[in-house]
């Protein structure tokens, strides 16, 4: 009896979080994916069974194709950018010296910050006429490198990327950081006493040492990139459709032009990608620690 009871109370802990769980992440899943196979004008009423014929439409879509390209831009970036930075400046971090703590602290303040107060203080910074990156260009004297940052369609993109990844970057730090407390001083060590370079010691030792670390920075950027919309909505509005993204134009579909079934069909879309670039990343992961 006391055997049963034992195995018992771990679900009966678990019971509430997996119900709340199942209330507001699974089942929206899934009526996200029966909502794209209808035609909604309303969320209540006026629905009709199409079939495929929301996804039909988004491949014949420019818009979708817009922000879909958007959406592997900021994948690139927030791959590309924040995970080797944040991995160097946490390596830079995990030394010992004086005012290493409030370094730390202010580096991350940007993680401290709300998406609203972000875009806020962007947008002033991109400002064409009195921004603080356009007035800084001019007393450089660079004045023809002065931008109308967030209404040129041609750099809009990248000038969001830029505040996403500003703010990813301490992110991804601290991860590394907690990473590198666990790297065994006595490895490092040991392959210096056997004649190992820094580099050698970095690539050979610390590198697969931090790979949780990595596997998580990852994972976390990629549904980061492929679910932007906070910073494109505070910043655009969602009236830029050249800097559209996958969630904004899933938001302005259901909610700006009240059709609901097209909306759910982009979530489908975003959630299927979003699915497969952490299933593929995590799966060649693990082959690869095995192997070793």
Do not use: C
Not at 65 to 75: G, Q
């Amino acid at each position: 009896m006391t055997l049963k009871k034992d195995k018992l109370l771990p679900w009966a802990f678990l019971a509430l979080p997996l119900a709340m769980y199942l209330i507001w992440v699974i089942l929206p899943v899934f009526q996200s994916l029966l909502f794209s196979l209808t035609h909604r004008d309303t969320i209540m009423y006026g629905r009709k069974f199409i079939g495929l014929g929301n996804f039909v439409r988004l491949v014949q879509d420019p818009q979708f194709h817009i922000a879909l390209a958007n959406n592997l831009v900021w994948l690139v970036f927030f791959v590309g950018i924040p995970i080797p930075l944040g991995l160097g400046i946490a390596m830079l971090f995990n030394q010992e010296y004086p005012g290493a703590r409030l370094y730390k602290t202010l580096f991350y303040v940007p993680m401290t910050l709300s998406f609203a107060v972000i875009g806020t203080i962007w947008a002033w910074i991109y400002h064409p006429d009195f921004g603080a990156l356009n007035t800084v260009l001019r007393l450089l004297g660079l004045e023809g490198a002065t931008r109308q940052w967030l209404g040129d369609k041609r750099y809009m993109t990248l000038a969001l990327v830029f505040v996403g990844v500003w703010r990813q970057v301490p992110y991804v730090m601290i991860l590394y950081l907690a990473g590198l407390k666990n790297v065994p001083e006595e490895l490092v060590e040991a392959a210096m006493i056997d004649g190992a370079s820094w580099g050698q010691r970095f690539r050979h030792v610390v590198i697969p040492m931090l790979a949780p670390a990595t596997v998580v920075a990852v994972t976390i950027s990629v549904i980061d990139s492929l679910r932007a919309f906070d910073i494109v909505y505070v910043m655009t509005n969602t009236k830029a459709r050249a800097a559209e993204v996958l969630a904004s134009y899933m938001y302005s579909s259901a909610f700006h032009y009240q059709d609901y079934g097209y909306g759910s069909a982009i979530a489908v879309v975003q959630f299927a990608i979003t699915f497969a670039f952490i299933v593929a990343y995590v799966n060649n992961t693990l082959k690869n620690e095995l192997q070793r």
